[in-house]
């Protein structure tokens, strides 16, 4: 075994992270679950998400034969959405083709949607104890730190070279029981010591190596993603209020929000309330104004212009160009609906009930 493994190796059993809730199983449903959750997310936010998770989905069959809408108000303040629509999806796919079992076979499991290389390594070596490599955002951290690997570890270039990095590390072969704690060493050193601010060291078995600490350079690598100026859009979204409830219409499956509850869009360039006018035959009188709220997606900036509005008439059925089903609902079951964060954010901060009188609507 390399010095390299066997020190992270003897580091996790004494430092490591050993009883999380999808630790101690072999079950490659639950591993898989926890591996989507945990993408770009951290273990303590995961943990409620995942349990209640598991609860209502203890297995691909009950996932499969469950709804979008189900998965979606599951993983509702989880954020990045498209992970749970993808889990449903790959649920329904496993479900249809491969019999409800899920694949063993690092290639198949990579083919999954939402599935990429690190993922898939991480589900086949804890599930199946397989020797493969991940290389998520921690381990780039650590190995660029320990490698003293300049420049962005996204370029493609030092992606390769992080890889073929991964794969050598490796324990070997006849150390294959091991790989489990190898790889759970690389994912809690880069999550507990190796972190992105204030490193801790002096407590990382990996001192005595480490070019970043040896240069001292620990500060400046990995270099960050070269500076490119999100483009800055701006958008309407209508507070309807109609006796206590809010209007949410359903988003469509692709683009921003897909599939979730969300407040109606429209554009900045008009009047709310002729919009309102025209679009929805409803009549409507401006409430409290909301400052906008700024919320940033991976390509882009959106500046949201809330407008709180109290329905004064309204025509029966809500018929909208932007979406297929829109509900009036209370603002508590709003915060319990798929909703998107910055809908949530709008919510708590200008109407949870709990938080007393709805400021924005007048009192029927
Ligand atoms: S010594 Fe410091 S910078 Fe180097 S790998 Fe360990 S924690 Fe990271």
């Given at each position: 075994m390399s010095t390299f493994s066997a020190k992270l190796i003897r580091w996790q059993k004494l430092h490591?992270?050993?009883?999380?809730?999808?630790?101690?199983?072999?079950?490659p449903y639950a591993i898989w679950v926890s591996e989507i959750m945990l993408q770009q997310t951290q273990v303590t936010t995961v943990i409620p998400y995942y349990l209640r998770f598991l609860q209502r989905f203890p297995n691909i069959g009950s996932l499969a034969a469950g709804t979008v809408d189900e998965v979606l108000a599951l993983w509702s303040?989880?954020?990045?959405?498209s992970r749970g629509r993808n889990l449903h999806r790959a649920a329904r796919l496993i479900a249809e083709d491969q019999e409800g079992i899920f694949p063993r076979d690092l290639e198949v499991i990579q083919q999954l949607p939402g599935v990429g290389r690190s993922t898939a390594a991480a589900i086949a070596v804890f599930a199946?104890?397989?020797?493969s490599a991940i290389l998520d955002g921690n381990v780039k951290r650590v190995f660029a730190r320990c490698f003293g690997v300049d420049g962005y570890p996204g370029e493609r270039k030092n992606e390769i070279l992080l890889w073929r990095k991964a794969e050598e590390l490796l324990p070997e072969k006849s150390e294959k029981s091991r790989i489990e704690i190898y790889t759970q060493a690389l994912m809690d050193l880069g999550a507990t010591?190796?972190?992105?601010?204030?490193?801790?060291c002096m407590a990382c078995p990996l001192q005595q190596d480490c070019i970043a600490l040896r240069d001292d350079r620990v500060d400046r690598?990995?270099?960050?993603?070269p500076h490119r100026p999100l483009p800055e859009k701006e958008t309407i979204l209508l507070m309807l209020m109609k006796q206590g409830k809010v209007l949410l219409g359903k988003r469509p499956?692709?683009?921003?929000?897909?599939?979730l509850w969300c407040l109606p869009e429209m554009p900045v360039s008009e009047d709310a309330i002729a919009y309102c006018t025209r679009h929805f035959g409803m009549t409507v009188e401006p409430l409290a104004h909301m400052p906008p709220l700024d919320h940033t997606f991976t390509h882009f900036r959106l500046r949201i212009h809330p407008r709180p509005l109290q329905v004064v008439s309204y025509p029966a059925a809500i018929k909208t160009p932007w979406q297929d089903e829109a509900m009036w609902i209370t603002l508590d079951d709003a915060l319990k609906a798929a909703i998107p964060a910055p809908v949530r954010k709008l919510i708590l901060r200008h109407g949870h009930p709990q938080s007393g009188q709805l400021p924005f609507e007048k009192q029927l």
């Amino acid at each position: 075994m390399s010095t390299f493994s066997a020190k992270l190796i003897r580091w996790q059993k004494l430092h490591g992270r050993n009883n999380l809730p999808w630790q101690n199983t072999r079950d490659p449903y639950a591993i898989w679950v926890s591996e989507i959750m945990l993408q770009q997310t951290q273990v303590t936010t995961v943990i409620p998400y995942y349990l209640r998770f598991l609860q209502r989905f203890p297995n691909i069959g009950s996932l499969a034969a469950g709804t979008v809408d189900e998965v979606l108000a599951l993983w509702s303040g989880l954020g990045y959405y498209s992970r749970g629509r993808n889990l449903h999806r790959a649920a329904r796919l496993i479900a249809e083709d491969q019999e409800g079992i899920f694949p063993r076979d690092l290639e198949v499991i990579q083919q999954l949607p939402g599935v990429g290389r690190s993922t898939a390594a991480a589900i086949a070596v804890f599930a199946y104890g397989e020797r493969s490599a991940i290389l998520d955002g921690n381990v780039k951290r650590v190995f660029a730190r320990c490698f003293g690997v300049d420049g962005y570890p996204g370029e493609r270039k030092n992606e390769i070279l992080l890889w073929r990095k991964a794969e050598e590390l490796l324990p070997e072969k006849s150390e294959k029981s091991r790989i489990e704690i190898y790889t759970q060493a690389l994912m809690d050193l880069g999550a507990t010591v190796c972190t992105r601010g204030k490193p801790k060291c002096m407590a990382c078995p990996l001192q005595q190596d480490c070019i970043a600490l040896r240069d001292d350079r620990v500060d400046r690598l990995p270099a960050p993603r070269p500076h490119r100026p999100l483009p800055e859009k701006e958008t309407i979204l209508l507070m309807l209020m109609k006796q206590g409830k809010v209007l949410l219409g359903k988003r469509p499956a692709t683009g921003i929000w897909g599939g979730l509850w969300c407040l109606p869009e429209m554009p900045v360039s008009e009047d709310a309330i002729a919009y309102c006018t025209r679009h929805f035959g409803m009549t409507v009188e401006p409430l409290a104004h909301m400052p906008p709220l700024d919320h940033t997606f991976t390509h882009f900036r959106l500046r949201i212009h809330p407008r709180p509005l109290q329905v004064v008439s309204y025509p029966a059925a809500i018929k909208t160009p932007w979406q297929d089903e829109a509900m009036w609902i209370t603002l508590d079951d709003a915060l319990k609906a798929a909703i998107p964060a910055p809908v949530r954010k709008l919510i708590l901060r200008h109407g949870h009930p709990q938080s007393g009188q709805l400021p924005f609507e007048k009192q029927l």
